[in-house]
């Protein structure tokens, strides 16, 4: 079954196998991220942390030998037999098509599955149970949310109800039969699949669902918290600065840290779509040639690096990820 969720991520744009293991098991690297933004696969990161390396390259070479995927060099693509084989694997398995990395949905269900279980216990005056989550952090921002939305235990029913009511009845029913309460146990596992996409989409679901109306479900919203900053904590600071007007190097030595790790912060920035200035980073005439440059046909950075021999590694890159998202639609 491996073989048919990895044919997935794989299409007629060579890229590295490698590079597809490092997004579904959470790697952030600029090279794994720009990889999966020119794929358009930037909310698979983190799919499946536990994929073993040894297994994933044990499947593409079983997609390789079935002729569904060819080499071309260090790079592998799909063939036309491949693309038939992807399609029947994609409705036969599909992927969490809800799920997204920036929407946090891991850590969401087990605040739901926890929040759920409090609420209905404390509603019964039970103070001895054990937690469907033992997870430290979990538990910390539960006791928050708690101390602060749970006590109104109606109001908590009347938004999950009304929120399930918003989702497909298949999906609803599934997550409602998983929750944990005062003397029920849940009908089912929590998960029913392997990797447990089942259980990721119906999450991400409802998500979407409180994505779309906060307002009509501010104690659920808040539980959720919002998407996350893909960036780190340094990197958000870098973006910051950046923002203000500072040049690399200038940012690099009031946060002593070296012009590289500056300039990957705000690669990452860029490829997530966060607001870059590029003012300083990237002149406009510049910008202008890499531009011309990339709708001539010249999309790898060897290329464009030799088209415009003035630019830095820093502002192909900025201009390769602009004309991506472009391209994609993506409309910032």
Avoid at 11 to 24: E, F, G, Y
Wanted: contains cysteine; aromatic residues 8%.
């Amino acid at each position: 079954m491996l073989n048919d969720y990895l044919i997935q991520f794989f299409d007629h744009h060579a890229r590295r196998p490698l590079s597809v293991l490092s997004l579904l098991t959470g790697k952030k690297t600029i090279s794994t991220l720009y990889a999966a933004l020119v794929s358009n696969q930037l909310q698979w990161l983190n799919l499946m942390p536990t994929l073993r390396r040894d297994d994933f390259l044990r499947s593409v070479a079983r997609l390789q030998a079935a002729g569904w995927l060819r080499a071309v060099g260090p790079d592998v693509e799909i063939t036309v037999t491949g693309a038939r084989q992807q399609v029947a694997s994609a409705h036969h398995h599909p992927l969490p098509s809800h799920y997204d990395f920036r929407l946090n949905v891991t850590e969401f269900a087990d605040r739901l599955f926890l929040a759920v279980q409090v609420v209905s216990e404390a509603s019964f005056d039970n103070n001895t149970y054990v937690p469907v989550s033992s997870e430290w952090s979990v538990q910390r921002a539960i006791k928050r949310w708690y101390r602060q939305y749970g006590h109104d235990y109606q109001a908590v029913v009347t938004e999950l109800t009304d929120a399930f009511a918003a989702m497909a009845p298949a999906q609803a029913d599934f997550l409602a039969a998983r929750l944990v309460g005062h003397d029920f146990a849940g009908s089912a596992e929590l998960t029913s699949d392997e990797w447990g996409w089942q259980l990721l989409d119906a999450v991400g679901t409802l998500i979407h669902v409180l994505h779309r109306q906060p307002d009509h479900f501010p104690l659920l919203t808040a539980l959720w918290g919002g998407p996350i900053n893909p960036l780190p904590a340094l990197g958000q600071k870098s973006l910051e600065l950046v923002n203000q007007g500072l040049d690399i190097p200038t940012v690099a030595r009031r946060l002593r840290r070296k012009d590289s790790t500056i300039n990957e912060h705000i690669q990452a920035a860029a490829i997530w779509g966060l607001p870059v200035n590029t003012h300083v980073l990237l002149p406009e005439a510049l910008a202008q040639q890499l531009v011309s440059a990339w709708a001539g046909g010249a999309h790898d950075y060897r290329q464009l690096q030799a088209l415009v021999p003035d630019a830095s590694f820093l502002q192909v890159r900025l201009a390769q990820v602009a004309c991506v998202r472009r391209e994609q639609g993506h409309g910032d």
